[in-house]
Structures are given as C-alpha cells and as structure tokens.
C-alpha cells in the first residue's frame, strides 16, 4: 500500500464547474499537508499548505484536512481553462523537510 | 516568492555518457536540496537529499555511484548521471526548503531538466 493515494484522473469538467480532488493517506504521523499546481513539462508549485486538521481557503481554493479519516481535499471553484494541471497533493510529519506526493490528479477544463 | 533555477532545461546525450545537472536557489541559501525524478503521468520520487558540505543521502534503490551529488555552495547542488543509459531518459527536479515558520519549511521547486538518453 503506498503512504499516499491519489485518484489520477483524468478529471474533465466544463468552465466554472466546482472540482474536487482529494488524496488519503496511511501514515498517522503527517502534519503538513500541500497542494502544488504542476503544468507540462514546469516544476511543481505551492497552491496551499494545511497544518494539522482544519479548513483553509485562498480566492477560489479550499483545503480541507481531515486527520481522523487520513483524508484531505482541494476545491477548486468556478474553475477555469486555466486550473487545467496536474494537481499533486503531498505531506510531511513534524521536523522533517521529506515530501511525500501522491501520483497527481490531471484535470481538464474546458471552455 | 523563492525562486529555484535549474540548468539545462533540457539535454539528449549518447548511451555511456555523463551528463551534469545544476540547481540554483537565487534569492536565498539552502543547505539542503533534494532531488527528485518524474517519470510521464507518474509522480515525483524523491532521490536524495543534497547537504551543503556534507554527502548526500540517498533514497533506498537509488545508485549513489550512478547520481553522484555535489553541494559545493548554500546556493549550488549538481547532479551528475554518470554512464547514461535510455532508461534513465526522466524529468529530473530538484527543490529548496526555506523557513515559513517553526516546524514548517516551504519547498520551492526548480522547472525541471528534461534528459533524454539515446
């Protein structure tokens, strides 16, 4: 079983739908928890980070994390041609810098 | 934000050869880097993790002779694939930590090195 499991997608939803990609995970120890953006062929960047359980929101972005579950989600509202990525959520525990990435979510939005 | 750069963008070398790959934090020092390597429509898997000043560590099943890692300067780490092989063709990226707050470092990424190995 990998430490963290995520649905690959490919995830295709028309402009300015609500989307919804999630990851659970095994290892009770994860503390952080992050959402990167990565488009073809770029390097990975930070959409949102999360510590410990709890519900963040940045513009149209929503982390939530719920740690009794081992399950954390990012909503994307009205989303855009633009939101089209690979969404990676990955996590850490206390003290440790390691990442670790679940496989990505493609996602496709279309005009 | 941080910016990571990295250098070449993207390389196609002969079988056999060796082919170095540098990562740059240019706006702030980190004395860790890590490297990871992306095969397409897969995840990043971390490969090892570069110390200023001290050697690598490496990820279990990854060759320490084959990725020789150097981290000469707080702003510097290379990659080296040494005697590539097509197999090893993959986006290799690399990131740097720096300090957000007690307990939580941010990883900024670099935009990835495309090798192709003929």
């Known amino acids: 079983q990998k430490e963290v499991e995520q649905d690959p997608g490919p995830l295709s939803v028309p402009e300015g739908a609500i989307v919804s990609l999630n990851c659970t995970y095994s290892?009770?120890?994860?503390?952080?928890f992050m959402w990167y953006r990565q488009y073809s062929r770029k390097g990975p960047e930070l959409l949102m980070y999360?510590?410990?359980?709890g519900n963040k929101e940045d513009g149209r972005f929503t982390a939530q994390v719920d740690k009794s579950s081992k399950y954390i989600s990012l909503f994307i509202r009205d989303s855009q041609p633009s939101d089209s990525a690979t969404y990676l959520c990955a996590m850490k525990d206390e003290g440790f810098q390691k990442l670790v990435f679940g496989t990505g979510t493609r996602l496709l939005v279309s005009p | 934000g941080a910016v990571v750069s990295q250098h070449p963008s993207w390389v196609i070398c002969k079988s056999g050869t060796s082919v170095k790959i540098e990562c740059r934090s240019l706006d702030f020092q980190a004395t860790t880097m890590f490297w990871y390597r992306q095969f397409p429509k897969q995840s990043l898997m971390l490969m090892a993790t570069s110390n200023e000043g001290s050697k690598a560590t490496y990820e279990q099943g990854v060759e320490k002779d084959k990725f020789l890692i150097n981290h000469a300067s707080l702003t510097l780490s290379t990659l080296t694939v040494t005697s590539a092989h097509p197999e090893d063709s993959s986006f290799y990226i690399c990131s740097a930590p720096m300090r957000r707050e007690i307990g939580y470092n941010e990883q900024f990424f670099g935009p990835g090195t495309r090798l192709t190995v003929l």
């Open positions: 290892n009770s120890a994860f503390q952080y």
């Open positions: 999360t510590y410990s359980s």
